[in-house]
């Protein structure tokens, strides 16, 4: 189904697994799509640039490109680049608790930073930030992963005390456990554990994922702003 206000969005990390269904689905849904990350390799029938979210310079760089691709301002954001770099706490390196919140906190506030000047000149649009369910829920061996997450929903609720009566709105969309490259690395006995602890019994797709986010993109959504959207079969309820 297309969207009747065409938006133009760029995607961080949209070359691959959860970003990568995103891209396709906004872009299937009538917005014009750019996907940004390091490798800058654009994926069949999408647009690319080539962005690194731990350096200003290229955050900006990356807008610029991208808004030169469109022939417009960015009319949305969707933050979605992620790493992880688990340990438990006690032999966590300083590199490693730095890199994790220099890509997916800090990274995600350069690019929101970025992303409202174009905003602000399309008179409103859209900011989503990927999070997880480990940011409310907590896991152990993901402290620095946890805390990134679980900033992204100050960054959102911020944002949208600044700039909710400049019709923009910033949420926040919780995967849990989905299928991926990264959790098809799991050990098989592992996954069954974690599938017996979520209510709906099986991991998620990239496409309920991306779902949510065409939702909070699309004109229906204009009035949710600073929320939490898990999609999570469940897992995280009450959180
Ligand atoms: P992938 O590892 O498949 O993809 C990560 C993406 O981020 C890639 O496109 C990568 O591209 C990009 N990226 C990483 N670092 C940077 C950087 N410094 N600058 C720009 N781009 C960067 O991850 P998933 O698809 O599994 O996850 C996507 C998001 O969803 C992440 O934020 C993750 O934390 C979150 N999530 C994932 C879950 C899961 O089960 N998979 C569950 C809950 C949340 P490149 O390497 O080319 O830069």
Redesign the pocket.
């Known amino acids: 189904m297309t969207d009747p206000t065409p938006r133009p969005v760029l995607v ?9 269904a995103i891209a396709t689905h906004l872009r299937d849904a009538g917005h014009p799509v750019v ?7 654009a994926p069949e029938g999408l647009d690319a640039v080539t ?5 200003t310079a ?1 955050v900006d760089a990356a807008f610029t490109e991208a808004e030169k691709i469109v022939g417009a301002p960015l009319g949305g954001l969707v933050a ?5 770099k688990d340990q438990l706490l006690m032999r966590m390196s300083d590199d490693d608790i730095d890199a994790v919140l220099d ?2 906190l800090v ?1 995600a506030i350069r690019c929101a930073r970025r992303a409202t000047k174009s905003l602000m000149r399309a008179k409103g649009g859209r900011i989503v930030l ?5 940011g409310l829920y907590g896991s152990p061996g993901q402290v620095n ?1 946890a805390a990134s ?1 679980a900033g992204l929903v100050g960054v959102a609720r911020s944002l949208t005390r600044e700039l909710g009566s400049r019709r923009i709105t910033a949420n926040v969309v ?10 098809e690395e799991l050990p098989e006995e592992l996954k069954e554990k974690y599938r017996g602890v979520i209510p709906a019994g099986r ?2 797709t ?1 496409d309920e ?1 991306a779902a949510a986010v065409g939702f909070l993109v699309s004109d229906a959504a204009a009035y949710i702003s600073g929320a939490v959207i898990p999609v999570d079969g469940g897992l995280g309820m009450g959180h």
Do not use: C, H, Q, W
């Open positions: 961080t990390g949209g070359n691959r697994g959860i970003g990568l996907v940004g990350s390091r490798s800058g390799e962005l690194d979210v731990t350096d290229s979605n680049a992620g790493i992880t890509t997916n990274g990927v999070s997880s369910v480990v992963y997450k919780a995967p849990g456990y989905i299928d991926t490259a990264m959790t991991f998620g990239t994922v």
